[in-house]
């Protein structure tokens, strides 16, 4: 450490850019470690309704309760206490009920995990504000200057990049940082009110489908709730996919998924309206640059695993809070990013690597496919057992008390 750092003010006033998850989530635990912080999202308003549900995993569920948003969670989302695999022919080749110890997983709609975040921030004050573009940004050495797109400019103490994949920040910080990459299939979900089928309440099951992958589980209100992949050449974004009817795109989800049980039936029962799209899947290489003098990224920003691995939004709020932590014991911004880094690299990219591999067995040819749907039942019974493939995944707890200083979670 320099005289210059030991003599630096410690981080008072953050700069948020994003209004996803990790932003408020960051924005949260940074209250609670005494730094102020001000969020800017570019979305003119809040998101309500948008979106299809995610999974929260024990993981995540830990993260949120340091940041004292579990109850509010748990009022909005329903638990997930036994995960089912499933090949094309609808017969289970494993079943799941989590993990010795941990709490189930939770399923919510994306749009109330955002509301049950923003009424949280309100609550304690944090300014939200909408509407603003991060285009720019200038470091000095006593802080950060943004620059939003009506051509505004605002300064603290430090920015965070919460920005998600298409980060804006990660460029700022590394001009040539990896972009995202297409994971070869666009990603759809929704409901099936009128299917009659019976699926128990607190199961999700995820089935190997002949041609591509798809999830399914039980709500109360909106009946068989489904997500699944449609292989496609070009990624498309979410707009792209908008402009072809959501008739059409469910026909084709129809055919893809047409020798399937029971997605064959739940798809007839599809509703066009409650078609829900998130465009191209993508997923973030391993980032060589987390963060600069006084900015430092964090969520989908600078680690973004494949949407199937079920942990992009639980990793960004863990890495929200620890960030904080990092900041809250550590004065000196870079040392405190450096911190950050050193705690959360390896297991985001472990996490990434292993939803790669699980992809690249998805997106398999004829032959290969085959060759799994014999071997898949000793696989998960062997070295795909649950808790190998979760265990060290969901069995993470962040230690808020303990001092950043020393090598702890
Ligand atoms: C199909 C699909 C299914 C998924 N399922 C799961 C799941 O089951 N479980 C799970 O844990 N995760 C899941 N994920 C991943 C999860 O959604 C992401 O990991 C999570 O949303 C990341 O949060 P974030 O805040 O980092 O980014 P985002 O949620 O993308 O938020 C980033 C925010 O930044 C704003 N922004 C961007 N650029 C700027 C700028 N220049 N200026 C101001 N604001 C800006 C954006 O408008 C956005 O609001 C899924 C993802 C997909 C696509």
């Known amino acids: ?9 410690p981080v008072k006033h953050a700069l948020i850019i994003g209004g996803g998850i990790a932003g408020p989530a960051a924005a949260l635990a940074l209250a609670k470690a005494g730094i102020r912080s001000t969020i800017y999202e570019s979305h003119p308003a809040a998101a309500d309704g948008v979106g299809a549900a995610l999974m929260l995993a024990p993981n995540g569920l830990n993260a949120l309760k340091v940041i004292g948003v579990d109850a509010q969670l748990r009022a909005v989302s329903r638990p997930i206490s036994h995960m089912t695999i499933a090949n094309s022919r609808g017969k289970t080749l494993s079943g799941f009920d989590g993990l010795p110890g941990m709490q189930p997983s939770r399923v919510v709609w994306r749009s109330d995990l955002y509301g049950v975040l923003r009424r949280a921030v309100e609550d304690a004050g944090i300014p939200l504000v909408y509407g603003k573009q991060l285009v720019a940004a200038s470091e000095s050495r006593d802080g950060v200057q943004a620059q939003w797109a009506d051509g505004s400019c605002v300064e603290a103490d430090i920015l965070i990049g919460a ?11 590394d001009p040539h940082a990896p972009s995202p990459r297409y994971a070869g299939f666009l990603g759809f979900g929704g ?11 607190d199961t999700m099951t995820f089935v190997f489908g002949k041609h591509a992958f798809l999830g399914y589980w039980a709500d109360p209100d909106k009946g068989i709730c489904w997500f699944g992949s449609l292989p496609h050449d070009t990624p498309l974004s979410m707009a792209q996919v908008r402009q072809t009817p959501a008739a059409q795109w469910l026909d084709r989800l129809r055919d893809l998924y047409g020798d399937d049980r029971p997605a064959q039936t739940f798809l007839r029962h599809a509703d066009p309206n409650q078609l829900v799209t998130s465009g191209a899947s993508e997923m973030m290489p391993p980032v060589p640059h987390w963060y600069s003098d006084r900015m430092v990224l964090v969520g989908d920003a600078v680690h973004a695993p494949s949407s199937s691995s079920g942990q992009g939004a639980s990793l960004a709020i863990e890495s929200a809070v620890q960030l904080a932590r990092c900041l809250r014991d550590i004065p000196v911004p870079r040392e405190a990013f450096a911190s950050y880094e050193r705690l959360r690299r390896q297991r985001v990219e472990t996490v990434a690597a292993n939803a790669a591999k699980a992809n690249s067995q998805k997106a398999s040819g004829p032959l290969s496919k085959a060759l799994m749907h014999i071997l898949m039942p000793i ?3 062997t070295f795909f057992s649950p808790a190998k493939m979760f265990g060290a995944s969901h069995d993470y707890r962040i230690d808020w008390e303990a001092s950043a200083l020393h090598k702890a979670r």
């Open 1 to 9: 450490m320099t005289y210059e750092d030991m003599h630096m003010r």
């Open 163 to 173: 920005d998600g994949i298409r980060s804006t920040v990660r460029e700022l910080i």
């Open 191 to 201: 409901g099936a009110p009128f299917a009659t089928m019976h699926v128990p309440a």
């Open 379 to 381: 696989a998960l019974k």
